[in-house]
């Protein structure tokens, strides 16, 4: 009881700051940020000029568990419609009822999406790929690192920023560090867990702010673990002096799905917005203006961009496939093992 | 009880605070041994800044304190051995009323037997013995005041001073605490010096009391001496109530009021202007004829005595009367007097005397 | 004859009512709502269901990784309260003296940090103390190291954010405080014999007592609570019971557990404020 009014009054005074959905208008939340610019241009303002009667409000935030909580806050009465965010965290949504399933008949691209695109029980599948990757600093960094073997190399000592647990690159950069000390990493992670002790030191921080990208270039790191797509864009911003690698271990896909708020006021709009986002057409924009990998399997991306992201047929080979649904079972064990023994040090 | 008392000289001291002019300048003063003396002034005039100094809690500009030879002007305060009591008291809060007058004590090394029996002793000098155990705030200003004194006697300091020590307590209070400071003074035979405004307060105690005015020592002398022949018209006024007239001589030399000659004892050169100064008991009220010619111009009834102010061409005085004396009964207000007074009680002073 | 003192007990109740909505609606209710999502049982991966488990608590109490947080967040914020005390009683005790029209400008300039967020001040501890900050390009200039110092990214670096952070509010408090002390007193205590120093220990350090409890109190509890600065400077390395919270809540999910922790920090907080109630009125003597 308690809850519910507390939440109907949370919601009462969230709802100040969301345009209330009128007819003809949806409002999409997904990151701030770069995020929000580079969608924006090439889904949200493509989309109105080929639906004219629907306006697209973009509301940002923070991270996954934010958006979330906004949702949860506006249970009786969302404000959102549709909801871009991570994989781990839209599963939580998706088993509280925040999110709706899909019609496969108003979401035709369905039927053209990448297996792992696709989210049991008809929830909203997958809209971006992205990977774990290595960022470096290719002024200081020479040789250039190949892979996360690289990082127990005693001259980047004191200099390396490796996002940690309860991040979801601290899960990627434990299943690589599994693969390197040859375990299976859905049965053992000692052997990840001894090296990533040993490389402890050596981590200048587990929790680079605002990333790692920023500090290497502002030459706090030389190295550091990222995020493809976005490693991309620094890539270019700075003229190349940012070094982005594609681990010789593999790497694990960061898997942003998009979501049909349950009780959302303008359904059908919200729906045609989810079919042109996974459509060819936004996903080919999309991939090629920020570099996260297509999960519409027939969207016809340029050489250029595809090479840059995961979803080369090479780098698609390479990577370890991993289900979210379990990790959020052993993600409490893993987090308490790096925080008992990799950071702490014992 | 016995306390040590030190002659204690003050040689050319200056206080200068960078603006305006200085708080104090070439202030030359001897105090002897035993003697009590009053620093009297109007706010302002340096006294307590002099006071400080010689506690050390204010650093001399340029001139030298010495305490029975000692040179006291380098000497941090701590090392000085010099009582002081404050105008606020300055009692610790924190601590009781023994412990309070411990403390100098403590800070000199004394035994614990012995500053116990110190404290009693200078509680019971203080009057105050069965207090020991109270805090400051949960006693009346009196004996605030007290456990100051003891607190600053209690370490048989070569010098007591007292900076206003009186001016917080109500009237009644002040007259009893002006006799028992003065008690105590002459009975421990401790140098004093006392910071008042007041100066009746400074007449009642002092042996000898220095006026000071705007940093500088305008007169020091006995109570008698500062009240009967004061240097300065400004003594003059500052120390009693004092009537001024202006005068100028004629051409035999008698300093006259518009025109009409007035009783002094000395004669001046034709045409020298001069002010002429009275106390308001000296002022005699006569017929009309005998004196300068004037009316009553208000009967003032204030206890111990009635003011009789009276107003002539170009002059206006104040007389008194102890009310004992039953002349002024017959006078009204209109009325008119003859006004004047013994030659020998008349002060003239150059015009211009305070330098102003 | 009238009583001249207003005998209106509803008036007074009337009067005092929008204190009371204010302190339900900003302090009331949300803890109450902390309470009851504390005892909200959940799933793994953070899944959410309204009900009731004492499971949070349990876990609070008997993994042992609690008490240990516990630990570490009551060291920190008494090492960032000591030095935020040792650096502020100085420049509280000079402001307080101090006798000059400067003195409301001086005032101002000690508490201005608190107009500037307290993301940009640690990110303005990065750049001082970071490998490439001024004082390892200082040392290593002067020849005194040839490898960086760490001085951020672990305990030293959220000690120096945090103390600095918490330096504006222990300086106004100890000011705040401070009322007792009369530079009169420490004149009658120098004239009395005590040195410089035993003036200090005797009588200025005892009055401003109820000043350094009061102040400490106050800045312990900001630095409990803290998690910008630990975040942004510990470099993932320095794990609070504040940071634990913000990461139970906005990364892992746990919202019952998040709410428990803050109950836990709650009754924390009440123990302190009680301890502190008890200490300022022994000092206060």
Known sequence: ?346 | MTAGGGNLVLAGLRKDYGVGDPAVDRLDLEIAKGEFVALLGPSGCGKTTTLRMIAGLVEPSAGRILLDGDDLTAKPVHRRNIGMVFQNYALFPHMTVADNVAFGLEMRGVAATEIRDRVAEALALVRLTGFESRRPKALSGGQQQRVALARALVIRPDLLLLDEPLSNLDAKLREEMRGEIREIQKRLGITTVFVTHDQAEALALADRIAVMERGRLAQLGSPEEVYERPATPFVARFVGRINALAAAAGGDGRLRIGGQPVPTGDLRPAGTKATVMIRPQHITLSQPGISLLARVTGITYVGDVVQIAVAGDGFSVVAERGTADSSWRGLAVGQDVGVGWPASSALVFPENADGR | MADDRPSQPGLAATLSLPAIAAVSLGFLLPVLWLARMSVNPTEPGGVLREGWTANQYVELFTDSFYAELTLASLQMSATATLCALLVGYPIALFLYRLESRWKTLLVLLAICPLLVSGVVRAYGWIVILGDAGWINSMLRGAGLIDRPIRLVNNHIGVTIGLTESLLPYMTLSLLAGLGRLDRGLEEAARTLGASPLRTFLRITLPLSLPAVVLGSTICFMLAVSAFVTPRLLGGGRVLLLATEIYEQALVTLNWPLAAAIAMALLALFSVVLVASGRLQRRVAE
């Open chain 1, 1 to 346: 009881m308690l809850v519910r009014a507390a939440f109907a009054l949370l919601a009462l005074l969230a709802s100040t700051s969301i345009a209330r959905a009128q007819s003809g208008e949806i409002t999409v939340m997904a990151y701030a940020g770069i995020f929000q610019d580079k969608y924006t241009e090439a889904v949200i303002k493509p989309f109105m000029a080929k639906f004219p009667a629907v306006k697209v409000n973009y509301f940002s935030s923070g991270n996954s568990a934010q958006m979330l909580g906004t949702l949860r806050t506006q249970r009786s009465s969302p404000q959102v419609d549709v909801a871009i965010l991570d994989v781990s965290v839209s599963n939580v949504g998706n088993k509280e009822g925040i999110f709706a399933k899909l019609d496969p008949a108003k979401v035709p691209s369905l039927k053209e999406l990448h297996p792992m695109a696709i989210v049991p029980d008809g929830f909203g599948p997958a809209v971006t790929f992205d990977h774990w990757v290595l960022v470096y600093d290719t002024e200081k960094v020479k040789p250039a690192p190949t892979g996360l073997a690289d990082l127990w190399d005693p001259r980047l000592k004191g200099q390396i920023g490796l996002s940690a647990m309860p991040n979801i690159q601290g899960i990627a950069a434990t299943v690589l560090a599994s693969k390197l000390a040859g375990e299976d990493f859905k049965t053992s992670i000692d052997g990840a867990i001894k090296r990533l002790k040993d490389l402890g030191p050596s981590v200048q921080t587990f929790d680079p702010q605002p990333d790692g990208y920023t500090l290497i270039l502002g030459n706090t790191l030389t190295v550091a673990s990222g995020w493809n797509a976005r490693a991309q864009l620094y890539h270019d911003d700075s003229k190349g002096r940012l070094g982005v690698v594609f681990p010789k271990e593999g790497s694990v896909f960061q898997i942003n799905t998009i979501n049909h708020v349950a009780g959302s006021k303008n359904a059908e709009a919200a729906t045609a917005f989810i079919e042109y986002a996974l459509g060819r057409e936004a996903q080919k924009r999309f991939t090629e203006t920020m570099f996260y990998a297509p999960t519409n399997a027939k969207a016809e991306i340029s050489p250029a961009a595809i090479n840059r992201t995961a979803a080369s047929a090479e780098n698609m080979a390479k990577m370890i496939p991993l289900d979210w649904d379990w990790v959020t079972t052993i993600r409490d064990s893993w987090n308490n093992r790096w925080r008992r023994e990799v950071i702490a040090g014992r």
